[in-house]
């Protein structure tokens, strides 16, 4: 079943790609010239259903990438129109998409951003561009950067619940949130190094991209937010320009010969007409894939399609494992972590994957605890500067909820056989032998983390120990300790799962973004109990 779905996949996607050549004879012209319009938010790592995008689907983050160095080299390509709409986008997105955005600039050809409000990401990828504009009504919201927690102890207190946890590493800090009333010195201490290091990457992106010294622009920061007028004297932005001012400035812009009727094209309509073909296959032939693999959200067992589910991605990875026209994987990690077991499968199957072809982990925003986990299974990790990472280290516990109980009047007790049989239960606090019997199981777990990620990182355990204790360290600092192999982003990583496949400069590949999803919410529900559609894993 699973082969003849491949073959029909193939067929369809070979359909698929004549369709769009044949299509884009009519959408570009081969003497004509355009300009790509591209929206940078929203920045999803997966593609947006139609439904829930209102009717325009959006590119994920690699895809947007593709674009942009495609359109590089693209003769017919005149620049690039960035339109910024707010949605503020995670630093590390916004530090790919600023290198993206600078290879059109190196290769010769405008790139022209506006937004109604910029904040601070926004103008780390607007500093890619070298036009950027702002109404005269609009704002660059440039006023640095903030890690803050919650912490709801005193709440619990008042409602007679106390949390009854363990941890293993003196920086995992996840439980904090419920056992302190603030900051354990830790806790301040890796946040503090961590915020310094994205703080430089703001500071960094900015002064290179506005030439400003470093020095202005976080005398800039500090004096933030700016109005627009305020923003283009200080050089955050070029000018004011509304909206309907923007594209007339295009022909100016464009070169001579290029004189003539403007044309802008939209980045997804360019992606599927030119992008996607460039290493397509006709009507099912042989051709080289590389699968991007995302993993965003909580790790968890099971299955479904909420977050990370440990047999889900399994048999996912298998089926890549299997699939001969896969050359290679990029693992695309977007994760705090979650189940330290299903983290353990995702590694076992990352590993016997491994055994067949590449896989390069590539780091999103965050890739920590059971993220970074299923990460050190790969040949090769990638990570941003900016990209939260590492947190090697376990917590777990249960909240006993015995005083809410009595305030509302409520008893419960029970009857039992085992030492150890009510150590799950939420109407007590862990014996002091249970307490024993969860630090063990835990340390048992924590060492084999430990094991995994010097065994996939090649460092002695003992150096692996220096960097663990649950502590989170930015990219920066990862690369330092050797917790990645350098910092990159989506196209870095897909470059180097291309090196490690032997695939040859030039040689078509196309990437398939995985898992798919369902292009209509509820499809799957429709379709009922075990049937299962294309793409529908």
Known sequence: MGAVRGRGARLIGGAGGVARRAAARFALPRRASFWLRVAATPLDELPTPVWSAGGRPALPLVHLLAVLEHAAGDAQVDGVLLRLDGATPGLAAALALRRALQQVVQAGKPVVAWGERLGAADLVVASGANHVHVPEAGSVGLVGLRLETWFV??????????????????????????TRDSMSPEQREQLEALLEDRFDALVTALAEGRDLRPERVRELVDQG?????????????????????????????????????????????????????????????????????????????????????????????????????????????????????????????????RRQKPVVASF??????????VAAGADRILAESATVTGSIGVVGGKLDFSGLYDRLGIHKEGVERGARAGLTSEARRFTSDERRAVRTEMETVYA?????????????????????????????????????????GPLEALAEVRQLAGLQAGEPASVEVLPHLPRFPGLRFLLGPGVRGPGLP
């Open 225 to 353: 937010p700016h109005g627009a007028r305020a923003a283009a004297e200080a050089g955050l932005v070029d000018g004011c320009l509304h909206a309907d001012e923007v594209e007339p400035t295009l022909e100016k812009l464009a070169p001579p010969q290029r004189a003539g009727r403007l044309r802008v094209l939209d980045a997804a309509v360019y992606h599927g007409l030119r992008v996607a073909t460039a290493g397509g296959r006709l009507l099912g032939g042989p051709a080289s894939r590389i699968a991007y693999v995302v993993a965003s959200g909580s790790i968890h067992g099971g299955a479904g399609l909420r977050g990370v589910a440990s047999d889900r991605y399994r048999e996912l990875l298998a089926r890549l494992a299997d699939d001969e026209e896969v050359r290679g994987v990029v693992l695309r990690v977007d994760s705090p972590g979650g189940d330290g077991v299903a983290s353990d499968l995702i590694w076992r199957a990352v590993q016997r994957l």
């Open 364 to 373: 999103a925003e965050v890739a920590a605890s059971g993220g970074y986990y």
């Open 153 to 178: 102890k005193g709440l619990l207190d008042r409602l007679g619940v106390a949390p009854d946890v363990v941890r293993i590493g003196s920086f995992k800090s996840a439980a904090e949130t419920l």
């Open 448 to 488: 084999l983390f430990l094991e995994r990620v010097a065994s996939g990182r090649g460092l002695a355990r003992a150096a692996v120990e220096r960097v663990a204790q649950g502590r989170v360290w930015s990219g920066a600092q990862a690369l330092q300790h050797g917790l990645v192999d350098r910092l990159g």
